[in-house]
């Protein structure tokens, strides 16, 4: 089985690995206060998502489109529970590598943030092997980044990664994918069922703790560990990042 995350190109920049013992300034109350902290925790979600057929890129868009609306559906309803407007990010599916907003990497999805768009590349492993969860992740992880820039995180932390430099700039980047990840865990929580992912979540959490490193989003241990507190919490108060030690963000 292969477990490819869905990893975002919102700030992918490349710097020196950080300090496991780094400390981090007190961030602003937008990332460390944010009202979606306070939107409790989720009901189960019951969506239809549909069947996914080898070889099939048309299945694949149709489940991609069920995921997104089941996402809009759960994260409106947060937004509303915290006292926030949620609006849908536009959703842009395609068997190429262009976008709206410039190329797609190979990892296969990213959110662009100035048009407010998912874009998400069907990639040719997709269509060898339909592993549902790894799809899924496509859609739970870019909307985590749909949250940051409604919520005014994403905003925020463009403006801390321009500033920082060297390993800074690395946290920075790094903190803001573990908080998608952590956010998708929250959206898995409530409708994990409904996907049907065809593994066990524990088994799934193991497989991301030993996918390949990113750079720019950190160790896969990492990244394992906030996806797993959000499924744990359920709640998108477990999600705050911006104040977690350096040892769990790096």
Known sequence: MSVGLALSGTASAEAARPSANATVAAP?????????????????????VPEIRAGSAASIKTFHRALARCANRFWATRFKAAGLRYTPPKLHITTGSSSVCGKITSNGAQYCSAQRTVAIRIMKRDLREPFRMNIAHSVAHEWG???????????EHNRQYWRARGTARSI?????????????????????D??????????????????????????????????DRGYDSGSARACNTWTAPTSRVG
């Open 28 to 48: 602003p109350a937008v990332l460390a206060k944010n009202r979606i902290y306070r939107s409790g925790t989720a009901s189960p979600l019951s969506c239809s």
């Open 145 to 155: 980044h749909h949250v940051q820039q409604l919520t005014g995180m994403l905003d």
């Open 172 to 192: 920075v980047s790094h903190r803001l994918e573990m908080q998608a990840e952590c956010f998708a865990g929250v959206f898995y929580r409530a409708t994990l």
């Open 194 to 227: 409904s996907i049907d992912p065809g593994i066990g979540w524990a088994d799934w959490i193991g497989a991301v703790g030993e996918s390949r490193e990113s750079k720019a989003h950190g160790k896969p241990r990492n990244l394992a560990y906030w996806q």
